[in-house]
């Protein structure tokens, strides 16, 4: 049993991404699957594809590389809101990841996000995690 399985998401894919891995499977939710959308709406993965296959399920990550040299698209996942300490902010103090190169993904009351769409629907809500 996994007591952060956000936490358990962002570590297999840094994982693969270390060790050069084409492709990372994960186990299924709702808002892993919604963070899937984000890092795919962003250019961080080339695709992904979710399997209904018996109870957890997983969700299939196909990682980016650069053509040429390798070096993948994701520098670095790094968990903010953890299950011991709760990070929370308003719409005023949204986070900003290497001066907006980077995302942070919000889970809010209209859903998950990014920090510049929250920026613009003006909402706030739990940070959990930055990536670059």
């Given at each position: 049993?996994?007591?952060?399985?956000?936490?358990?998401?962002?570590?297999?894919?840094?994982?693969?991404?270390?060790?050069?891995?084409?492709?990372?499977?994960?186990?299924?939710?709702?808002?892993?699957?919604?963070?899937?959308?984000?890092?795919?709406?962003?250019?961080?993965?080339?695709?992904?594809?979710?399997?209904?296959?018996?109870?957890?399920?997983?969700?299939?990550?196909a990682l980016k590389y650069h053509p040429v040299t390798k070096i993948?698209?994701?520098?670095?996942?790094?968990?903010?809101?953890?299950?011991?300490?709760?990070?929370?902010?308003?719409?005023?103090h949204l986070p900003k990841v290497l001066n907006g190169l980077g995302?942070?993904?919000?889970?809010?009351?209209?859903?998950?996000?990014?920090?510049?769409?929250?920026?613009?629907?003006?909402?706030?809500?739990?940070?959990?995690?930055?990536?670059?």
């Amino acid at each position: 049993m996994v007591t952060d399985p956000i936490a358990d998401y962002l570590t297999r894919v840094r994982n693969a991404v270390m060790a050069n891995h084409r492709v990372v499977e994960v186990p299924k939710s709702k808002i892993k699957v919604e963070m899937t959308k984000i890092l795919h709406e962003k250019g961080y993965i080339t695709n992904y594809k979710v399997e209904d296959t018996p109870i957890p399920g997983m969700i299939k990550i196909a990682l980016k590389y650069h053509p040429v040299t390798k070096i993948s698209a994701i520098n670095s996942l790094i968990r903010i809101s953890k299950p011991g300490l709760r990070k929370y902010v308003d719409s005023d103090h949204l986070p900003k990841v290497l001066n907006g190169l980077g995302i942070a993904i919000l889970s809010t009351s209209q859903g998950v996000m990014t920090d510049k769409e929250a920026r613009v629907k003006k909402i706030g809500g739990e940070v959990l995690c930055f990536i670059s």
